[in-house]
């Protein structure tokens, strides 16, 4: 069998603590007074969000839910703005890939239920090009908080502050069973240090 790499080993973990966390009902901790990692958790979420608008503008057209060229554009766009940030492109292109899994895995379960449940799909067809610059808007918001949490981010308690945050931004959210699953998804790798 081959090894578990750590950084592997290390997102299981954190995907597996946040999905306890947020399966007690999204309860936030008591005597949680500051949550540094709020903002990005928040950030993560709202371009989850986008998710479901994405999956209606492709229902019911020839659009498939993966989409490498608009993957490769974004994964670009932000490893350029990660250098400019002094950012770890590298790390920065693994946190925005869990993003975009994160995204598709919500588009795949919602095409799921729009086929066993024709009545609740989509009777209007978003346009992709005025979703996009609201992905790119979040992109940026994630950016910024990667860089103004680097130091939270890079240290020991990094997973629980993330696990406090998550769990308060599912609360606000009023975050259903799915975006919550995917939200957990796409926060997996925020944690480690985002420098070069």
Do not use: Y
Not at 98 to 115: C, H, M, P, T, Y
Not at 129 to 140: F, K, L, S
Not at 163 to 180: F, I, K, W
């Amino acid at each position: 069998m081959a090894p578990v790499r750590p950084a592997v080993a290390r997102r299981a973990v954190v995907a597996a603590v946040m999905l306890a966390m947020l399966a007690v009902g999204g309860a936030v901790p008591a005597g949680a007074q500051t949550r540094p990692l709020e903002p990005i958790a928040l950030a993560v979420s709202l371009r989850l969000a986008t998710a479901d608008a994405v999956a209606a503008a492709k229902w019911g057209t020839s659009s498939p839910i993966d989409d490498p060229a608009r993957e490769a554009q974004v994964l670009g766009a932000v490893a350029s703005q990660a250098a400019d940030e002094g950012l770890s492109a590298g790390r920065v292109q693994q946190i925005f890939r869990d993003q975009i899994e994160a995204n598709k895995e919500v588009q795949r379960a919602l095409f799921g239920w729009w086929s066993v449940a024709p009545g609740a799909a989509p009777t209007v067809r978003p346009d992709l090009t005025q979703v996009r610059p609201v992905i790119d808007r979040q992109n940026t918001d994630i950016l910024l908080q990667l860089r103004e949490q680097e130091a939270v981010l890079a240290g020991p308690g990094c997973v629980p502050a993330l696990v406090d945050a998550a769990v308060a931004v599912t609360a606000e959210q009023r975050l259903d069973p799915l975006h919550q699953a995917t939200l957990a998804r796409a926060l997996v790798s925020i944690c480690g240090s985002v420098r070069e």
